[in-house]
């Protein structure tokens, strides 16, 4: 398969796109939110002084294809942070083309440059295709999420 987008992290021009990609994974898991959330987690994205919270995503040219957010934060059994793949998304005209494998990779040499070893999330069991891809590059936990 020939690579035809990159891999860089997000920046300020990137926001209209950004908006538009992250709209679409909220859609498909059927959530909104207000715009203040698109703009303050924008904003936190990009603030250098914030490296727990970042993006990554994937590009060709000036048109952004993909998205992955992840968050540092610690973990009272280990001494080191772990890392949170809270978001990941493709848009739909790009997928099967490597770009959602490429993306959890970065996340996972992010990871490694900042000396954190656990890398995780989570999706709801209907989202079979991305399941796929997952179970290769993850190991399944027996983990149920419960959420006030």
């Not at 908006?19 to 859609?27: A, D, N, R, S, V």
Request: net charge neutral; with cysteine; charged share 25%.
């Amino acid at each position: 398969m020939i690579k035809d987008y990159e891999i860089r992290p997000l920046e300020k021009k990137d926001q209209e796109q950004w908006h538009y990609i992250w709209g679409e994974y909220l859609k498909f898991y059927e959530t909104e939110l207000p715009s203040k959330i698109y703009s303050e987690t924008f904003s936190r994205l990009l603030d250098t002084d914030n490296r727990h919270q970042n993006c990554i995503v994937a590009y060709s040219g000036e048109t952004l294809f993909g998205l992955v957010h992840y968050i540092f934060h610690p973990h009272n059994w280990r001494t080191d942070d772990v890392c949170y793949l809270q978001d990941l998304f493709t848009l739909k005209k790009q997928r099967r083309k490597g770009i959602a494998k490429a993306l959890i990779q970065a996340v996972y040499e992010a990871a490694d440059a900042n000396g954190t070893s656990s890398v995780y999330w989570m999706t709801q069991d209907f989202n079979l295709g991305a399941r796929k891809l997952y179970d290769q590059v993850a190991s399944l936990t027996p983990f149920i999420k419960y959420q006030r």
